[in-house]
């Protein structure tokens, strides 16, 4: 019999089993595999340069990727609100840095706490140091209709910045820090509310260092802490169960706190220590 004979007579046999191999195989990987979302976010997420892949939220999810073998990690870049929408759709994706909100526990399972953000400020620049003199109120700012400031969208700041802005939502928004840097630098707005840490070092790498300060805020100066969030589905749900036990056994370690510790200044790093035992191992 001819070889095209033959396979005439296997197709019929054949084709439900490779079909059925077929089908499966791509679920199977995909069980297999996560992606991480990442964004340009110095220091906490360093995409390109010098210290390229050497922030917080970089080393601290080399930690998760070598204590959990059994996965194959993809790391992607994109937006946050990319992110973020995967992981509503309860697509393969988690991401290494979100804060615990009642909303966000709908749509996604949240790890022990990862990491440490010190308190959130508003950031102005220096040369209008004069028009914001000392702590600023930023319901205040927010009511002002002289000045304008922007967000990140789909981002939680912290609880209590979360119901201001809420109730007094800003007109603009933005989908990665180093835009509404750009604009604060430019004078496109008045002021922006963040992490010291960020603002003052991406200001640095644009080539505009010291043309940033940072003044706390009257309403909030809550330390909050950065998670891993996967979607709400039995896949999240292992992996988040997974992170933790990598999590439990590994944030005690003096390599580890070094990492939460990395690019902060004395001062930062004293207030860190304060609460790492007492608060931070201890928070669920």
Same mark, same amino acid.
């Given at each position: 019999?001819? !070889?095209?004979? #033959?396979?005439?007579? *296997?197709?019929?046999?054949?084709?439900?089993?490779?079909? /059925?191999? *077929?089908?499966?195989?791509?679920?199977?990987?995909?069980?297999?595999?996560?992606?991480?979302?990442?964004?340009?976010?110095?220091?906490?997420?360093?995409?390109?340069?010098?210290?390229?892949?050497?922030?917080?939220?970089?080393?601290?999810?080399?930690?998760?990727?070598? @204590?959990?073998?059994?996965?194959?990690?993809?790391?992607?870049?994109?937006?946050?609100?990319?992110?973020?929408?995967?992981?509503? @759709?309860?697509?393969? #994706?988690?991401?290494?840095? =979100?804060?615990?909100? =009642?909303?966000?526990?709908?749509?996604? +399972?949240?790890?022990?706490?990862?990491?440490?953000?010190?308190?959130?400020?508003?950031?102005?620049?220096?040369?209008?140091?004069?028009?914001?003199?000392?702590?600023?109120?930023?319901?205040?700012?927010?009511? /002002?209709?002289?000045?304008? =400031?922007?967000?990140?969208? $789909?981002?939680?700041?912290?609880?209590?910045?979360? &119901?201001?802005?809420?109730?007094?939502?800003?007109?603009? /928004?933005?989908?990665?820090?180093?835009?509404?840097?750009?604009?604060?630098?430019?004078?496109?707005?008045? +002021?922006?509310?963040?992490?010291?840490?960020?603002?003052? $070092?991406?200001?640095?790498?644009?080539?505009?260092?010291?043309?940033?300060?940072?003044? !706390?805020?009257?309403?909030?100066?809550?330390?909050?802490?950065?998670?891993?969030?996967?979607? @709400?589905?039995? #896949?999240?749900?292992?992996?988040?169960?997974?992170?933790? @036990?990598?999590?439990?056994?590994?944030?005690?370690?003096?390599? +580890?706190?070094?990492?939460?510790? &990395?690019?902060?200044?004395?001062?930062?790093?004293?207030?860190?220590?304060?609460?790492? $035992?007492?608060?931070?191992? &201890?928070?669920?």
């Amino acid at each position: 019999m001819r !070889p095209r004979e #033959w396979r005439c007579l *296997l197709a019929p046999v054949l084709s439900p089993l490779l079909m /059925n191999v *077929l089908m499966q195989a791509p679920a199977m990987a995909a069980d297999d595999e996560i992606v991480w979302g990442k964004y340009n976010v110095p220091p906490y997420m360093i995409r390109t340069g010098e210290w390229a892949h050497q922030g917080i939220f970089d080393q601290t999810l080399d930690v998760l990727k070598d @204590k959990l073998p059994q996965y194959r990690h993809v790391e992607l870049e994109a937006p946050f609100p990319r992110i973020n929408s995967e992981i509503k @759709k309860g697509n393969h #994706w988690c991401f290494n840095g =979100t804060l615990k909100t =009642t909303e966000r526990e709908t749509y996604g +399972y949240l790890s022990l706490p990862s990491s440490i953000f010190l308190p959130l400020r508003i950031i102005v620049r220096r040369d209008r140091l004069p028009q914001f003199k000392g702590p600023q109120s930023l319901q205040a700012l927010l009511q /002002n209709q002289q000045l304008t =400031t922007s967000v990140m969208r $789909d981002r939680s700041y912290s609880p209590t910045v979360d &119901k201001l802005l809420a109730a007094y939502p800003p007109k603009e /928004n933005y989908s990665e820090q180093v835009e509404a840097i750009g604009m604060l630098l430019a004078g496109r707005i008045d +002021y922006m509310v963040e992490l010291p840490l960020l603002a003052l $070092d991406q200001a640095r790498v644009m080539g505009h260092p010291g043309e940033l300060v940072a003044l !706390p805020i009257q309403e909030a100066d809550e330390v909050v802490f950065n998670r891993v969030m996967c979607p @709400k589905n039995e #896949w999240g749900r292992k992996v988040v169960e997974q992170v933790n @036990k990598v999590l439990i056994a590994n944030r005690s370690q003096p390599y +580890y706190r070094r990492i939460v510790e &990395k690019w902060h200044d004395p001062e930062s790093v004293a207030e860190i220590r304060k609460i790492y $035992d007492s608060v931070f191992l &201890k928070t669920p």
